[in-house]
Antibody, heavy 121, light 106 residues
Framework: QVQLVESGGGVVQPGGSLRLSCEAS????????IHWVRQAPGKGLEWVAF????????YYPDSVRGRFTISRDNSKNTLYLQMNSLTAEDTAVYYCAKSDSGTYYGTFDIWGRGTMVTVSS | DIQMTQSPSTLSASVGDRVTITCRASQSFSNWLAWYQQKPGKAPKLMMYKASTLQSGVPSRFSGSGSGTEFTLTISSLQPDDFATYYC????????FGGGTKVEIK
Protein backbone atom coordinates (compact mmCIF):
# COMPACT_ATOMS: atom_id res chain seq x y z
CA GLN A 1 0.00 0.00 0.00
CA VAL A 2 1.45 3.31 -1.11
CA GLN A 3 1.58 5.59 1.90
CA LEU A 4 3.05 8.83 3.20
CA VAL A 5 2.93 9.62 6.92
CA GLU A 6 3.88 13.04 8.24
CA SER A 7 5.00 13.82 11.76
CA GLY A 8 6.64 16.58 13.75
CA GLY A 9 3.92 19.21 13.82
CA GLY A 10 3.01 21.15 16.92
CA VAL A 11 2.86 24.56 18.52
CA VAL A 12 5.91 26.82 18.18
CA GLN A 13 6.52 30.44 19.13
CA PRO A 14 7.05 33.12 16.49
CA GLY A 15 10.67 33.12 15.41
CA GLY A 16 11.05 29.49 16.36
CA SER A 17 11.96 26.40 14.38
CA LEU A 18 10.40 23.04 13.68
CA ARG A 19 11.37 19.98 11.64
CA LEU A 20 8.73 17.91 9.91
CA SER A 21 9.23 14.36 8.69
CA CYS A 22 7.42 12.28 6.09
CA GLU A 23 7.93 8.53 5.99
CA ALA A 24 7.13 6.75 2.74
CA SER A 25 6.18 3.14 2.09
CA UNK A 26 4.76 1.01 -0.69
CA UNK A 27 6.80 2.49 -3.54
CA UNK A 28 10.45 3.02 -4.51
CA UNK A 29 11.01 6.27 -2.65
CA UNK A 30 14.37 6.97 -4.30
CA UNK A 31 12.78 7.08 -7.77
CA UNK A 32 10.48 10.02 -7.17
CA UNK A 33 10.51 13.69 -6.36
CA ILE A 34 8.55 14.72 -3.30
CA HIS A 35 6.76 17.95 -2.40
CA TRP A 36 5.61 19.73 0.71
CA VAL A 37 2.26 21.53 0.38
CA ARG A 38 0.50 23.50 3.10
CA GLN A 39 -3.03 24.64 3.80
CA ALA A 40 -3.80 27.40 6.28
CA PRO A 41 -7.02 26.96 8.28
CA GLY A 42 -10.00 27.50 5.99
CA LYS A 43 -7.76 28.45 3.06
CA GLY A 44 -6.51 26.94 -0.16
CA LEU A 45 -3.42 24.92 -1.04
CA GLU A 46 0.07 26.39 -1.29
CA TRP A 47 3.11 24.59 -2.63
CA VAL A 48 6.04 24.91 -0.22
CA ALA A 49 9.00 22.89 -1.52
CA PHE A 50 10.12 20.19 -3.97
CA UNK A 51 13.13 17.90 -3.95
CA UNK A 52 14.24 15.72 -6.83
CA UNK A 53 14.61 11.97 -6.49
CA UNK A 54 18.31 12.18 -5.72
CA UNK A 55 18.15 15.20 -3.43
CA UNK A 56 20.46 17.19 -5.69
CA UNK A 57 17.96 19.91 -6.65
CA UNK A 58 15.55 21.71 -4.38
CA TYR A 59 12.95 24.33 -5.22
CA TYR A 60 10.92 26.79 -3.11
CA PRO A 61 8.44 29.62 -3.63
CA ASP A 62 9.47 33.11 -2.52
CA SER A 63 7.27 32.88 0.59
CA VAL A 64 9.56 30.33 2.28
CA ARG A 65 12.88 30.53 0.40
CA GLY A 66 15.72 31.17 2.83
CA ARG A 67 13.67 30.01 5.84
CA PHE A 68 12.64 26.46 4.90
CA THR A 69 14.92 23.62 3.80
CA ILE A 70 13.73 20.41 2.25
CA SER A 71 15.90 17.29 2.42
CA ARG A 72 15.59 13.54 2.11
CA ASP A 73 17.27 10.35 3.28
CA ASN A 74 16.64 7.69 0.66
CA SER A 75 18.15 5.02 2.92
CA LYS A 76 15.36 5.72 5.42
CA ASN A 77 12.57 6.46 2.90
CA THR A 78 12.08 9.73 4.71
CA LEU A 79 11.56 13.34 3.67
CA TYR A 80 12.19 16.33 5.92
CA LEU A 81 11.25 19.99 6.11
CA GLN A 82 13.31 22.22 8.37
CA MET A 83 11.35 25.40 9.10
CA ASN A 84 13.09 28.40 10.68
CA SER A 85 12.03 31.96 11.54
CA LEU A 86 8.41 30.91 11.73
CA THR A 87 5.61 33.47 11.72
CA ALA A 88 1.85 33.26 12.25
CA GLU A 89 1.46 33.12 8.46
CA ASP A 90 3.15 29.69 8.50
CA THR A 91 0.32 28.22 10.57
CA ALA A 92 -1.14 25.44 8.44
CA VAL A 93 -1.57 21.75 7.85
CA TYR A 94 1.57 20.55 6.09
CA TYR A 95 1.23 17.69 3.62
CA CYS A 96 3.93 15.74 1.89
CA ALA A 97 2.96 14.65 -1.60
CA LYS A 98 4.66 12.33 -4.06
CA SER A 99 5.40 13.61 -7.54
CA ASP A 100 4.70 11.37 -10.53
CA SER A 101 8.19 12.36 -11.75
CA GLY A 102 11.68 11.91 -10.42
CA THR A 103 13.09 15.11 -11.81
CA TYR A 104 10.26 17.51 -12.55
CA TYR A 105 7.47 18.98 -10.46
CA GLY A 106 4.83 16.73 -11.99
CA THR A 107 1.48 16.13 -10.36
CA PHE A 108 0.89 15.33 -6.70
CA ASP A 109 -0.38 11.79 -7.05
CA ILE A 110 -0.10 10.51 -3.48
CA TRP A 111 -0.66 12.62 -0.36
CA GLY A 112 -0.10 12.07 3.32
CA ARG A 113 -2.74 12.94 5.91
CA GLY A 114 -0.88 16.04 6.99
CA THR A 115 0.57 17.42 10.22
CA MET A 116 -0.59 20.65 11.86
CA VAL A 117 1.85 23.45 12.59
CA THR A 118 0.65 26.31 14.79
CA VAL A 119 2.81 29.38 15.27
CA SER A 120 1.60 31.24 18.32
CA SER A 121 2.90 32.87 21.47
CA ASP B 1 4.69 32.75 -11.20
CA ILE B 2 1.60 31.64 -13.06
CA GLN B 3 -1.54 32.72 -11.19
CA MET B 4 -4.54 30.40 -11.36
CA THR B 5 -8.07 31.76 -10.92
CA GLN B 6 -11.01 29.43 -10.40
CA SER B 7 -14.67 30.19 -10.87
CA PRO B 8 -17.09 30.01 -9.30
CA SER B 9 -15.75 29.93 -5.75
CA THR B 10 -18.94 28.18 -4.62
CA LEU B 11 -21.37 26.17 -6.69
CA SER B 12 -24.74 24.96 -5.42
CA ALA B 13 -26.09 21.95 -7.29
CA SER B 14 -28.32 18.91 -6.96
CA VAL B 15 -27.63 15.22 -7.46
CA GLY B 16 -27.80 14.49 -11.17
CA ASP B 17 -26.82 18.00 -12.27
CA ARG B 18 -24.09 18.65 -14.80
CA VAL B 19 -21.52 21.02 -13.28
CA THR B 20 -18.56 22.83 -14.77
CA ILE B 21 -15.67 24.50 -12.97
CA THR B 22 -13.36 26.89 -14.81
CA CYS B 23 -9.72 27.60 -14.15
CA ARG B 24 -7.95 30.51 -15.86
CA ALA B 25 -4.20 31.02 -15.98
CA SER B 26 -2.33 34.34 -16.00
CA GLN B 27 0.01 32.97 -18.71
CA SER B 28 -0.57 30.50 -21.49
CA PHE B 29 0.82 26.99 -21.27
CA SER B 30 0.14 23.64 -22.84
CA ASN B 31 -1.70 21.00 -20.85
CA TRP B 32 0.30 20.72 -17.62
CA LEU B 33 -2.78 21.09 -15.47
CA ALA B 34 -4.21 18.86 -12.74
CA TRP B 35 -7.44 18.80 -10.76
CA TYR B 36 -7.79 17.70 -7.13
CA GLN B 37 -10.78 16.90 -4.96
CA GLN B 38 -10.67 17.62 -1.23
CA LYS B 39 -13.21 16.69 1.41
CA PRO B 40 -13.29 18.31 4.86
CA GLY B 41 -10.46 17.12 7.11
CA LYS B 42 -8.92 15.02 4.36
CA ALA B 43 -5.94 15.32 2.05
CA PRO B 44 -6.54 16.31 -1.56
CA LYS B 45 -6.95 13.54 -4.12
CA LEU B 46 -5.64 13.71 -7.68
CA MET B 47 -8.55 13.45 -10.12
CA MET B 48 -7.18 14.55 -13.48
CA TYR B 49 -3.79 15.35 -15.03
CA LYS B 50 -2.52 16.69 -18.35
CA ALA B 51 -5.78 18.64 -18.38
CA SER B 52 -7.92 15.77 -19.62
CA THR B 53 -6.44 12.44 -18.46
CA LEU B 54 -8.44 10.71 -15.76
CA GLN B 55 -6.43 9.41 -12.81
CA SER B 56 -6.82 5.67 -12.25
CA GLY B 57 -9.94 4.83 -10.28
CA VAL B 58 -11.70 8.15 -10.88
CA PRO B 59 -15.25 7.76 -12.24
CA SER B 60 -15.82 8.51 -15.92
CA ARG B 61 -18.45 11.14 -15.08
CA PHE B 62 -15.46 13.44 -14.50
CA SER B 63 -13.87 15.02 -17.55
CA GLY B 64 -11.38 17.78 -18.21
CA SER B 65 -10.52 19.99 -21.13
CA GLY B 66 -8.63 23.07 -22.16
CA SER B 67 -5.23 24.47 -23.00
CA GLY B 68 -3.61 27.85 -23.11
CA THR B 69 -5.18 29.93 -20.39
CA GLU B 70 -8.60 28.31 -19.88
CA PHE B 71 -9.33 24.88 -18.47
CA THR B 72 -12.52 23.20 -17.29
CA LEU B 73 -13.51 20.32 -15.06
CA THR B 74 -16.95 18.86 -15.75
CA ILE B 75 -18.97 16.40 -13.73
CA SER B 76 -21.62 15.00 -16.05
CA SER B 77 -24.06 13.81 -13.38
CA LEU B 78 -23.29 14.93 -9.84
CA GLN B 79 -23.31 12.15 -7.25
CA PRO B 80 -23.53 12.44 -3.44
CA ASP B 81 -19.83 11.53 -3.12
CA ASP B 82 -18.85 14.47 -5.37
CA PHE B 83 -19.76 17.23 -2.93
CA ALA B 84 -16.32 18.59 -2.07
CA THR B 85 -13.87 21.35 -2.89
CA TYR B 86 -11.99 21.17 -6.18
CA TYR B 87 -8.63 22.76 -6.95
CA CYS B 88 -6.82 23.22 -10.22
CA UNK B 89 -3.02 23.25 -10.25
CA UNK B 90 -0.54 24.05 -12.98
CA UNK B 91 2.80 22.27 -13.14
CA UNK B 92 4.20 23.96 -16.24
CA UNK B 93 6.42 25.95 -13.90
CA UNK B 94 6.76 26.08 -10.11
CA UNK B 95 3.40 24.73 -8.97
CA UNK B 96 0.49 27.03 -8.20
CA PHE B 97 -3.07 26.22 -7.24
CA GLY B 98 -6.37 27.89 -7.94
CA GLY B 99 -8.33 29.22 -4.99
CA GLY B 100 -10.76 26.30 -4.99
CA THR B 101 -14.40 25.70 -5.88
CA LYS B 102 -16.70 24.34 -3.22
CA VAL B 103 -19.48 22.19 -4.68
CA GLU B 104 -22.30 22.17 -2.18
CA ILE B 105 -25.76 20.67 -2.01
CA LYS B 106 -28.49 22.93 -3.33
Amino acid sequence: QVQLVESGGGVVQPGGSLRLSCEASGFTFSDYGIHWVRQAPGKGLEWVAFIRYDGNNKYYPDSVRGRFTISRDNSKNTLYLQMNSLTAEDTAVYYCAKSDSGTYYGTFDIWGRGTMVTVSS
Amino acid sequence: DIQMTQSPSTLSASVGDRVTITCRASQSFSNWLAWYQQKPGKAPKLMMYKASTLQSGVPSRFSGSGSGTEFTLTISSLQPDDFATYYCQQYNTSPTFGGGTKVEIK
